[in-house]
């Protein structure tokens, strides 16, 4: 697939997610407190993705970065694992599973790192308390359905505002951006990197689930992974496809029910096709971890880690 190829690809994949992103708006930030930690600072902040519709978020700043001594940032992007009152606060090490707070662990490694709750999550749940959990989000997924869009075309529009507020910050090398995300938050790093040149580094951690094997599994997956119209195009590997040539690394438990492994292996060698095409086969890598499953283990953490070390020069 070449450069044209991939551009024509890319608008196919903008028309079937919904049409094209709105132009930003007014970020108009606001930071609701500060808190210190071992080594950096939460600040619990909000900044808007559209007029009147706030993203909650944490960023945590490194105690040794500043306007002076500016880092490369990354956002972390959650899982869902059918905790809707689990969002920001999980990768910032607030709340939540200690394997998964993924944002801590980046921030005392020296990178400025953005955790947001993405819509239905945490702060993000029905303002006016009528529907709960799993039934708000079939609620957001189907009111943009009848819109003609997709709850994919909403996540890509928040985090495409993440972004604008990360690189906002003067704490923030803008030219070393990268984005992780495990589960959903895999899934919302392959489904943003394609729309985001400023991405340098992308990683997602357990979470690249055909259609083919959906289909096949008869799996019930987030509503993220659904674009309609996309099966005429590809699957989902032709999505992570269209990051190339910027470095992607993904990570799979062999166990994982989740992203079944042969449709998954199937997969890689087409987005590794893509990144050839690109003359940029050095930037893609994956690893394929045994006997494991649907989790970030210490070998993924440390391919993690390597990456954005790699790719990010921090």
């Known amino acids: 697939m070449n450069h044209s190829e991939s551009k024509a690809l890319r608008k196919n994949l903008v028309d079937c997610l919904g049409g094209p992103f709105p132009d930003p708006c007014d970020l108009n930030p606001q930071i609701r407190e500060t808190i210190q930690k071992d080594g950096f600072r939460i600040e619990s902040v909000t900044y808007e993705a559209e007029p009147g519709d706030a993203i909650p978020a944490?960023?945590?700043?490194?105690?040794?970065?500043s306007e002076n001594n500016p880092a490369p940032g990354i956002a972390v992007l959650h899982q869902h694992a059918g905790q809707w009152d689990l969002g920001k606060s999980e990768p910032a090490g607030l709340a939540g599973d200690p394997m998964h707070h993924t944002g801590e662990a980046f921030a005392k490694l020296g990178y400025v790192v953005l955790c947001s709750d993405a819509l239905c999550f945490?702060?993000?749940?029905?303002?006016?308390?009528?529907?709960?959990?799993?039934?708000f989000?079939?609620?957001e997924f189907l009111r943009y359905v009848v819109a003609g869009k997709s709850m994919a075309w909403k996540n890509v529009l928040d985090m495409r505002r993440s972004l604008d507020f990360l690189v906002s910050r003067p704490e923030v090398d803008v030219d070393q951006l990268g984005c992780y995300g495990h589960?959903?938050?895999?899934t919302h790093t392959w489904l943003v990197g394609p729309h985001e040149p400023r991405l340098k580094a992308l990683v997602?951690?357990?979470?690249?689930?055909?259609?083919?094997?959906?289909?096949?599994?008869?799996?019930?997956?987030?509503?993220?992974n659904f674009i309609p119209g996309w099966k005429q195009f590809g699957d989902t590997p032709e999505i992570a496809a269209l990051i190339a040539p910027r470095a992607l690394h993904l990570n799979f438990g062999e166990l994982d029910h989740g992203s079944p492994i042969e449709q998954a292996r199937a997969g890689i060698e087409r987005i590794e096709k893509a990144y050839a095409d690109h003359?940029?086969?050095?930037?893609?890598?994956?690893?394929?971890?045994?006997?494991?499953?649907?989790?970030?283990?210490?070998?993924?953490?440390?391919?993690?880690?390597?990456?954005?070390?790699?790719?990010?020069?921090?």
């Open 58 to 65: 944490y960023l945590l700043i490194p105690d040794s970065v």
């Open 122 to 135: 945490e702060d993000r749940q029905d303002p006016d308390q009528k529907l709960e959990g799993g039934d």
């Open 137 to 139: 989000e079939r609620f």
């Open 183 to 186: 589960s959903m938050g895999s």
């Open 204 to 224: 997602g951690n357990c979470c690249l689930p055909t259609y083919s094997a959906i289909h096949e599994e008869k799996l019930l997956h987030c509503f993220p």
């Open 279 to 314: 003359g940029a086969a050095e930037n893609f890598t994956h690893f394929i971890q045994p006997d494991v499953g649907h989790v970030l283990s210490d070998k993924m953490w440390k391919q993690t880690r390597d990456f954005f070390e790699k790719h990010l020069g921090l």
